[in-house]
């Protein structure tokens, strides 16, 4: 039951068209790839398809479109609705929580012996970090459990929805403190970022290692802004190689 101070009906959302990149080697991982504000799957789809990871099968869901705050309410594709990119501004729980089950139901189906992780870049950065605590919580943000286990965490210029009240909220339970430290994260940020600031970036970083996300590394590129560069791509190669253990990658 919801409880009655809550709003009555629970909003549903169309998410858009998913883009799946096949692997072109043996498939040893599935990532969900999250896209940023405004955005669509097509877009990251070509980019990921063109990285040196041929044994990784990619998916690239499309957020629902809908009213921003941000943008005065002109309607956008948007994974959950913000209105400031401050851990301050009120969490669109709601939102969050049926954007994380439509990501985790995309990866419900892959065989049990392929491995897998969500990544993504700004709000989508934000999304995989959301469904990174959900993981360690193991239920979402409404109480139910959280089907998925999760085995790497990329976030790309993003910054960490719910970030308040987290550590309490996993030091309480064995379980999940033994799952935040065991779950591999890689976040990644420009200095010079001037939609989601850097220091939301570091600010997200310090939340989740003081909460127990122990196995953590927090990248800094100097004087880039909100957009991805190869450095940092052969960064995130590199790294999703080396924590899933993939093979014939180099």
């Not at 040893?28 to 070509?46: E, F, K, Y």
Request: net charge neutral; charged share 20%.
């Amino acid at each position: 039951m919801r409880n009655p101070g809550s709003r009555t009906a629970r909003r549903s959302f169309d998410f858009g068209r998913t883009h799946v990149v096949r692997p072109k080697g043996k498939h040893q991982a599935t990532i969900v790839w999250l896209h940023g504000l405004g955005d669509n799957g097509s877009s990251w789809s070509q980019l990921l398809e063109s990285l040196p990871l041929p044994n990784i099968k990619w998916i690239c869901p499309t957020a629902p479109t809908r009213p921003v705050a941000i943008f005065g309410g002109f309607p956008c594709t948007a994974w959950f609705d913000v209105g400031e990119f401050s851990e301050d501004g009120p969490d669109d729980w709601e939102g969050l929580d049926a954007s994380a089950a439509h990501i985790a139901n995309l990866l419900s189906t892959e065989p049990s012996d392929v491995k897998v992780g969500i990544g993504g870049f700004s709000m989508g950065a934000a999304m995989a970090l959301y469904s990174a605590t959900s993981c360690a919580l193991g239920r979402y943000g409404n109480g139910n459990p959280y089907p998925i286990n999760l085995r790497v965490v990329v976030g790309l210029s993003g910054w960490l929805p719910g970030s308040r009240g987290l550590r309490n909220k996993i030091e309480v339970s064995h379980e999940a403190a033994r799952r935040a430290a065991s779950l591999p994260i890689l976040l990644t940020h420009g200095t010079c970022d001037d939609v989601v600031p850097y220091k939301f970036g570091e600010k997200s970083a310090h939340s989740l290692s003081i909460a127990g996300f122990r196995y953590l590394t927090f990248k800094t590129y100097e004087g880039i802004g909100h957009y991805t560069v190869p450095k940092e791509m052969d960064e995130v190669c590199n790294w999703l190689t080396a924590r899933l253990g993939l093979e014939g990658s180099r």
